[in-house]
């Protein structure tokens, strides 16, 4: 199993949460990047790092009560799910621009937290697969070592 798809299933594990985003497309972006003919590939790439994208900010949400990372996560479901270009990724993203400016904006997280958001930044920020690949890769060993219960401690 590949790093982006170990941390989809590392990032999903409510029943709800993996009948609802680990769709086909999403779990299925990285082998279809990798089996892409030339012409699909930007399309392709897209939709491996929507999926990965999807992924850490569910991690972010289930470190604490972050409203706006489950905003931005359904925003980036929408287009995973919706689009079937770069350019409707593109538009579908671009209409909640908003949320990606407010994701930021008053945000407490641990260290922990802001690992995850780093790794968020560089997903958006790759423009090839190997890159993706080592967000991924960097993404399962932080995921693995997360402590959901910690924070729910510390809030009580």
Do not use: C
């Amino acid at each position: 199993m590949s790093p982006y798809e170990q941390l989809l299933h590392l990032a999903f594990t409510a029943p709800n949460d993996v009948k609802y985003y680990l769709t086909p497309t999403a779990l299925q972006a990285h082998d279809r990047l990798r089996a892409a003919a030339p012409p699909d590939r930007p399309f392709r790439f897209e939709q491996v790092r929507l999926g990965l994208a999807m992924a850490l900010l569910k991690l972010v949400s289930e470190l604490g009560d972050h409203d706006a990372s489950r905003q931005v996560l359904d925003v980036l479901h929408r287009a995973l799910s919706e689009a079937r270009s770069p350019e409707d990724i593109d538009r579908i993203v671009g209409r909640e621009a908003k949320l990606f400016d407010r994701l930021y904006e008053n945000l407490y997280v641990n260290e922990e937290g802001e690992e995850l958001l780093n790794l968020f930044g560089r997903t958006l920020d790759a423009d090839a697969p190997q890159l993706l690949e080592e967000v991924a890769q960097e993404a399962v060993d932080l995921a693995r070592t997360l402590d959901f219960a910690a924070d729910e401690e510390d809030e009580d």
